[in-house]
């Protein structure tokens, strides 16, 4: 029998943050493919704003963690991190926020087939000129999510809420033509 639609997409569902990660290196196969995937993500007009720094240097890593608590507590146990560095021109905020979010799915989405866990971190406007520092980004540029990567701990793997709760249910998000007035 084929999969069914739903079979076929359930990796996709399967895509979840993870926030805290085992000892175990991600190898540098792995982290390249990652880094083709953010590569080849979609961008307003195919500008490709973006530049990624693969991190993997411990001690960077959790400078990272202590300058952008509470958000970055994801790279308290990373292994690796992928920064995400965009041009700051202003006229550019939203093109480039949509670009951002895109390209970040896009390494959830690719850490997840690869077995590894990818968490989302977002670098407040308050701390970015220490991350910057950090990562001694060239002028012009800086640095707004910063995707932890690893192998995901035990405890990372537990679910995080009864099974089918952790999304409202799909009645409530998902209408026929036009949306309820009530
Ligand atoms: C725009 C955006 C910013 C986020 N920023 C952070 C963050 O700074 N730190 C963090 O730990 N998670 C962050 N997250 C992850 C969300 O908390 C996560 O997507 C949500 O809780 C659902 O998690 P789940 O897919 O594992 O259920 C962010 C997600 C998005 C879409």
């Given at each position: 029998?084929?999969?069914?639609?739903?079979?076929?997409?359930?990796?996709?569902?399967?895509?979840?943050?993870?926030?805290?990660?085992?000892?175990?290196?991600?190898s540098?196969?792995?982290?390249?493919a990652?880094?083709?995937?953010?590569?080849?993500?979609?961008?307003?007009?195919?500008?490709?704003?973006?530049?990624?720094?693969?991190?993997?240097?411990?001690?960077?890593?959790?400078?990272?963690?202590?300058?952008?608590?509470?958000?970055t507590?994801a790279?308290?146990?990373?292994?690796?991190?992928?920064?995400?560095?965009?041009?700051a021109?202003?006229?550019?905020?939203?093109?480039?926020?949509?670009?951002?979010?895109?390209?970040?799915?896009?390494?959830?989405?690719a850490?997840?087939?690869?077995?590894?866990?990818?968490?989302?971190?977002?670098?407040?406007g308050?701390?970015r000129?220490?991350?910057?520092?950090?990562?001694?980004?060239?002028?012009?540029?800086?640095?707004?999510?910063?995707?932890?990567?690893?192998?995901?701990?035990a405890?990372?793997?537990?679910?995080?809420?009864?099974?089918?709760?952790?999304?409202?249910?799909?009645?409530?998000?998902?209408?026929?033509?036009?949306?309820?007035?009530?």
């Open positions: 029998m084929p999969e069914s639609p739903i079979d076929r997409v359930r990796p996709l569902l399967r895509v979840r943050q993870v926030r805290e990660f085992s000892r175990e290196p991600v540098e196969e792995d982290l390249r990652i880094g083709q995937a953010a590569r080849w993500s979609g961008s307003s007009r195919n500008r490709q704003p973006w530049r990624f720094i693969v991190i993997r240097d411990e001690p960077t890593l959790r400078r990272l963690w202590q300058a952008g608590l509470p958000q507590r790279l308290e146990t990373a292994t690796a991190a992928l920064a995400i560095a965009l041009p021109d202003e006229r550019m905020t939203i093109s480039h926020a949509y670009d951002d979010g895109r390209v970040a799915e896009r390494i959830l989405i850490a997840s087939y690869l077995g590894l866990g990818a968490g989302i971190t977002w670098v407040r308050e701390v000129p220490a991350i910057g520092e950090i990562l001694e980004l060239p002028p012009g540029l800086f640095v707004r999510t910063i995707m932890a990567l690893g192998h995901p701990s405890g990372a793997l537990l679910p995080k809420s009864p099974p089918g709760q952790a999304r409202l249910p799909y009645e409530e998000l998902v209408f026929e033509e036009r949306l309820p007035r009530d």
